[in-house]
C-alpha cells in the first residue's frame, strides 16, 4: 500500500495541531456546502413576512408546508417525479447495462457502431437536444405527456451511463464468463448468471445516480412538459409568478423535494462509493 | 475415447496477425500433453480454440469422433482451469462446484454425490461454504481444479493454472495435477510458458513458437533430440550455450573449432557434419553437460570464471569463452573457484548439438 505523504509545512506541526487543523478545514467546507441548505430550511419556516430578514426576527411556522402540501398539483408533481425518476432508472439500467457489457466484451461493426454513436451523443452539449427534442415530442403526439418525458431521459442516461457500466464490467475478469459457458451456459445466460451478480455493487450505483438525475432534471422537464404532467423541479419554479416571488413555498416545496434525495444518497452511498471503485 | 485431432488449424486476427500457423496435432485419448512456448507463441489461442472460446480462421477440431469446429464450448464436453482461476465470486465453493452439473439438470443427490467425491480427493470439505475471496490462491485454484473433475468431461483444458502462484505451492500443485491425472486418467492439454511444468507433467511436450509446432515429442525427446536451435535453447534451465564454431578435418577426425575452442567430433555426428567441412555451425552445449577440469584435451578448453552462484547443491558459473558467454552448471558446491579463475571446461562426449546457421534446424546431435 502507498504511504500517505504529509504535506511537509504540516510535517512540523504536533499530531495535535494537525488534528485540529484538519477538523477546521472539513468544518469550513462543510458549512459553506449545508449554508444554502440551512437557508432554504431557515426560509421554508418563516411566514410569508418573514421571508426577507431570514437571519432576523423569531417567527417561525408550518403553513408554508401545509399549504404545499394542499395544493393538488404540488402533490401530483412529487407523484410524478418520483414514477418518472423510478421508471426512468428502470428502463434505462436495463438497456445500459447490457449496453455496456458489449462495449466491454465485444468487438467489431456492431459494437463499434453503438460506441461512436453513443460517443457523438455524448459530445452534443446537453442543452442543445432540448429543441430538437420539443420537435420530436410535438410531431409524435407525446408532449406533456410521461413517455415524452421517460423516453429523453432514459436516452440521456444511456448515452452517460453506458461508458460508466463498460468502466465497471472491464474490472470483472472475462474468463468467469468463459468458465460459465464450459459450464454450460449460453453467452447470454453466462451474462445473467454471472456477469450480473458480480457487478451488483455498480449497478446499485447506477441506480442511485440514474434517480437523482432524473429527480433534479429541470431542462427537460420544463421544455417538454406542460400543465397535465408538472414535475417537482418545475413546479418549484412556478412560484415566480406576475404577483411576485412567493419564497416560502418555494423553499418548502424544496425542502421537501430534497427529503427522497437526500435519503437515496444516504443510504445510497455505500453503493456508489463501492462501485465506482471497481 | 476422446483423442483431440487438430488438423492445419489457423488463427488470423484482422489482416495481420496470424496467431496460429498450420497447427497438426494429435492427441491420443487420455494423454496428458503440454503446448509450450514464450508468450505470444500461440499456444493459449490453440487451447482457446479446442475450448471453443476463439472462433477456427481455418482447419479442423476433432474431439472424439464429432468435428467441434462450430459446436459452443457448452457442447463440447470439456473442462478448463484458468490462469486466475476464474470462480464464480458471488456463489459458494460449493455453488461454484455444482454450477455445470445443475446446468446438465443433474438430480441434486447425485450432484451432491460428485462433490464430495471431488472434495474427498482434493481435500476441500472445510471450504464448501466459503466464498472464493476468503481462500488462498492455492485454494482457489483446486476449488477450479473440482469444478472440473465434477463434470466429469472428455477433455481437461488447463490455461496457465499455476502461473499465479508462488514457486513453492506452484511445485505443489504440480505434484496434484500429476497425482490428479493419474487417477482420473482423462485426455489434457496443458499450456504454460514455464518448461519445468512442461516436462514434468507431459506425457508428450509440443514446443511452439511464433504460431507454428517446433516439435512434439516426449520430454526426453525434446530435451536430449531438439530439432532447431530455439528448441534447444527453451527446453532445460540453464538454456544450451551456442557457440559459433568452424568443422574441420584433422586427420581423421572432424573438430569443431574457434579461436577458443577446439573440440572433436563424435563419430556418429561425424556422417551428418561431413558436408559442412570448412563451413561455420552453430553448436549447443547444455550447461549440466559441463564439468570442471581438463579431461581429455580434444574433448575441453579454456574458460574465464565471470559470476560465481553457489546454490548449495551445485555451483553454476558464468564464464566468458573467446568472446561468447558459457554457462556451466552442475559443479560440485565445495569446489574453491573465484571470478576471474581460468579454468577448463570439458564436455561429456556425444553431448554436441550442432545447428544450420541460417536455417537453425539440427545438423546433428
Known amino acids: 500500500m502507498a504511504m500517505v505523504r504529509t504535506p511537509l509545512m504540516f510535517a512540523r506541526l504536533p499530531v495535535g495541531g494537525r488534528r485540529l487543523l484538519f477538523g477546521l478545514a472539513i468544518t469550513g467546507i462543510c458549512l459553506a456546502v449545508a449554508f444554502p441548505v440551512l437557508w432554504l430550511i431557515l426560509t421554508s419556516l418563516r411566514p410569508e413576512s418573514g421571508v426577507y430578514y431570514v437571519h432576523r426576527g423569531t417567527e417561525f411556522t408550518l403553513a408554508s408546508y401545509a399549504e404545499v402540501l394542499l395544493d393538488e398539483r404540488l402533490v401530483q408533481a412529487f407523484i410524478n417525479s ?24 465485444f468487438r467489431g ?170 | 475415447m476422446a483423442a483431440i485431432v487438430l488438423d492445419k488449424l489457423n488463427k488470423h486476427y484482422g489482416s495481420l496477425h496470424h496467431a496460429v500457423k498450420d497447427v497438426d496435432l494429435t492427441i491420443a485419448d487420455k494423454e496428458f500433453v503440454a503446448l509450450v512456448g514464450p508468450s505470444g507463441c500461440g499456444k493459449s489461442t490453440t487451447l482457446r480454440m479446442i475450448a471453443g472460446l476463439e472462433d477456427i480462421s481455418s482447419g479442423e477440431i476433432r474431439i472424439g469422433d464429432r468435428v467441434v469446429n462450430h459446436l459452443p464450448p457448452r457442447d463440447r464436453d470439456i473442462a478448463m482451469v484458468f490462469q486466475n482461476y476464474a470462480l464464480y465470486q458471488h456463489m459458494s465453493v460449493y ?39 476468503q481462500l488462498s490462491g492455492g485454494q482457489q485454484q483446486r476449488v477450479a481444479l473440482g469444478r472440473c473433475i465434477v463434470r466429469n468431461p472428455l ?29 482420473l486418467p482423462t485426455t489434457s492439454v496443458f499450456v504454460t510458458h514455464d518448461q519445468v511444468e512442461a516436462m514434468t507433467l507431459g506425457d508428450r511436450v509440443v514446443v511452439m513458437k511464433d504460431g507454428r509446432v517446433q516439435q512434439a515429442g516426449t520430454p526426453l525427446d525434446v530435451y536430449g ?84 552462484e553457489q546454490l548449495g547443491s551445485e555451483i553454476l558459473l558464468e564464464t566468458r569463452v573467446g568472446d561468447t558467454r558459457v554457462t556451466a552448471a552442475r559443479v560440485p558446491p565445495e569446489t574453491i573457484v573465484a571470478a576471474g579463475d581460468q579454468i577448463r571446461l570439458s564436455v561429456q562426449p556425444g553431448r554436441l548439438h550442432f545447428f544450420d546457421p541460417e536455417t537453425e534446424m539440427v545438423i546433428a546431435a
Open chain 1, 82 to 105: 418520483a414514477l418518472i425518476s423510478t421508471l426512468a432508472t428502470i428502463f434505462s439500467l436495463l438497456v445500459t447495462v447490457s449496453s455496456g457489457y458489449m462495449l466491454s466484451r
Open chain 1, 109 to 278: 461493426p456492431a459494437a463499434q457502431t453503438w460506441f461512436g454513436t453513443i460517443y457523438v451523443f455524448r459530445c452534443v452539449p446537453y442543452i442543445s437536444w432540448v429543441l430538437p427534442l420539443y420537435f420530436v415530442a410535438q410531431s409524435w403526439g407525446i408532449y406533456d405527456t410521461y413517455i415524452g418525458l421517460l423516453l429523453p431521459h432514459i436516452a440521456v442516461h444511456i448515452c452517460f451511463f453506458s461508458w460508466l457500466m463498460k468502466g465497471f464490467f472491464d474490472g470483472i475478469d472475462p474468463s468467469m464468463e468463459h468458465a460459465a459457458l464450459i459450464d454450460g451456459c449460453t453467452r447470454w445466460g453466462a451474462f445473467i448468471r454471472v456477469a450480473l451478480p458480480s457487478a451488483i455493487p455498480a449497478i446499485s450505483a447506477l441506480a442511485v445516480l440514474c434517480w437523482l438525475f432524473t429527480w433534479n432534471e429541470f431542462l427537460f422537464a420544463l421544455i417538454l412538459t406542460g400543465n397535465k404532467v408538472p414535475v417537482i423541479t418545475v413546479v418549484m419554479a412556478q412560484f415566480v409568478t406576475e404577483m411576485g416571488l412567493r419564497w416560502n413555498l418555494m423553499a418548502a416545496t424544496a425542502v421537501m423535494a430534497l427529503v427522497p434525495a437526500f435519503l437515496l444518497a444516504l443510504f445510497g452511498q455505500k453503493y456508489v462509493i463501492r462501485g465506482l471503485r471497481i
Open chain 2, 95 to 133: 455453488d461454484n462446484l455444482a454450477f455445470g452439473l445443475r446446468n446438465k439438470k443433474m438430480p441434486e443427490s447425485e450432484i451432491n454425490a460428485a462433490i464430495n467425491r471431488a472434495t474427498e480427493m482434493l481435500g476441500l470439505h472445510e471450504l464448501l461454504k466459503r466464498k472464493p475471496r
Open chain 2, 155 to 183: 477433455v481437461f483444458l488447463f490455461d496457465e493454472p499455476l502461473s499465479n502462484l508462488d514457486a513453492k505451492l506452484r511445485a505443489q500443485m504440480r505434484i496434484e495435477i500429476k497425482r490428479l491425472h493419474a487417477q
Open chain 2, 225 to 308: 533430440h531438439p530439432v532447431n536451435k530455439f528448441v534447444a535453447g527453451f527446453i532445460g534451465a540453464p538454456a544450451m550455450n551456442f557457440l559459433e564454431v568452424t568443422i574441420a578435418k584433422e586427420g581423421d577426425t572432424l573438430i569443431a573449432r574457434s579461436p577458443a575452442v577446439k573440440l572433436a567430433v563424435t563419430e556418429a555426428s561425424s556422417r551428418a557434419l561431413e558436408a559442412w567441412q570448412g563451413r561455420q555451425v552453430i553448436m549447443g552445449l547444455r550447461p549440466e553437460h559441463l564439468a570442471l577440469g581438463d579431461g581429455v584435451v580434444s574433448r575441453s578448453f579454456a574458460a574465464k570464471v565471470e559470476v560465481v
